[in-house]
């Protein structure tokens, strides 16, 4: 599976867009980009994923570039409980998620 | 999320001890997983079971010992473990191992060696 590049950590304003930023330029045409997040002491949340269309459900969108080598995650109106660390993986269908160290957002109020 | 269940929340044992951890899914998935997470890691895939199959085994120590009685259930037992097994211990759940849907976690238990 290809690798993911991610900020080490990121603030965001209460109540602004929060946009992570994700770099997986090695990505191959059948890979999947899936975001999730981790909030200090529970298990990883699912968010997001899509192959190349833009994605959006009621938690985020998920934004992918033409090309496919990264990708923007975003909260539209980020507030504190959006607090966590993000991760960005991709993943051919059949092969095991790998979890990366993320970027740890901050949301400031 | 309570799609994915797992007791105890926390556990501490001492080394010679023999405990079991238990994971619970009610999203009619077919595939289980346990996750290790230690401090300051990322998460490292420890077993995969798919319709109660073990499909990947990532040369997990022996002191570990899977059960997937049935595709809602998956159990961790625990011997003789060492003071770097302390760890968050994750369990996921997903439609199959096979499909591009995502995994759902539990929160996890948080186990510490004495």
């Known amino acids: 599976d290809a690798k993911t590049t991610q900020p080490t950590s990121m603030d965001c304003a209460e109540g602004r867009a929060a946009n992570l930023p994700c770099n997986h330029s090695t990505i191959s045409g059948n890979e999947y980009v899936y975001w999730y997040r981790q909030i200090h002491s529970q298990g990883p949340q699912y968010i997001i994923h899509?192959?190349?269309n833009n994605e959006t459900n009621e938690m985020a969108s998920l934004i992918i570039t033409e090309d496919r080598k990264s990708s923007t995650l975003i909260l539209p109106h980020a507030t504190l409980r959006d607090t966590a660390v993000y991760y960005c993986?991709?993943?051919?269908?059949?092969?095991?998620?790998?979890f990366g160290t993320g970027t740890s957002l901050t949301v400031i109020p | 999320e309570t799609g994915v269940t797992q007791t105890p929340r926390h556990l501490v044992m001492g080394m010679t001890n023999k405990k079991s951890l238990k994971c619970e899914q009610h999203?009619?998935?077919?595939?289980m997983y346990w996750y290790k997470q230690s401090a300051k890691k990322p998460l490292e895939l420890m077993f995969v079971y798919n319709f109660k199959e073990q499909t990947e085994n990532n040369s997990v120590p022996s002191r570990f010992s899977p059960e997937c009685p049935n595709s809602s259930h998956l159990f961790l037992h625990l011997h003789t473990l060492q003071p770097e097994d302390s760890a968050l211990y994750l369990c996921?759940?997903?439609?199959?191992?096979?499909?591009?849907?995502?995994?759902?976690f539990g929160d996890g238990t948080r186990l510490s060696i004495l």
């Open positions: 999203l009619g998935h077919n595939a």
């Open positions: 996921a759940s997903s439609q199959s191992g096979f499909t591009n849907q995502p995994q759902h």
């Open positions: 899509g192959l190349k």
């Open positions: 993986i991709v993943r051919v269908t059949g092969n095991q998620f790998y």
